[in-house]
């Protein structure tokens, strides 16, 4: 059974910085594309950033460029967003997501598999 178990949310002021992880396991994810999306109250769940988890390769949503990276440690089966300089708007839930390589990685009807969510407040 395929889970991803997101941490590392809380409270920070804006322009602090968060780690969140996402533990996975259940299967092999080498074919995969892991993704990071966050919803806010009222708001459509939206994309953040995406990594290859053969190849490292990555892709950032335009909320996230420059601020957030997204990065793996395959050893571990972890996937990890670190965010910077944050902004009260990027208060949300966030959200890692598995999908098949090949697909667009943008779409979140096209990930198999999602955690629960880890809670972002940003304080202004």
């Known amino acids: 059974q395929v889970q991803l178990v997101e941490s590392g949310g809380g409270l920070v002021q804006a322009g602090g910085s968060l780690r969140l992880s996402c533990a996975a396991s259940g299967r092999t994810f080498s074919n995969y594309v892991m993704g990071w999306f966050r919803q806010a109250p009222g708001k459509e769940r939206e994309f953040v950033a995406v990594i290859n988890w053969s190849s490292g390769s990555t892709y950032y949503g335009a909320s996230a460029k420059g601020r957030f990276t997204i990065s793996r440690d395959n050893a571990k089966n972890t996937m990890y967003l670190q965010m910077n300089n944050l902004k009260p708007e990027d208060t949300a839930v966030y959200y890692c997501?598995?999908?098949?390589?090949?697909?667009?990685?943008?779409?979140?009807?096209?990930?198999?598999?999602w955690g629960q969510g880890t809670q972002v407040t940003v304080s202004s």
């Open positions: 997501a598995a999908s098949p390589a090949g697909r667009n990685p943008v779409l979140r009807a096209l990930y198999d598999y």
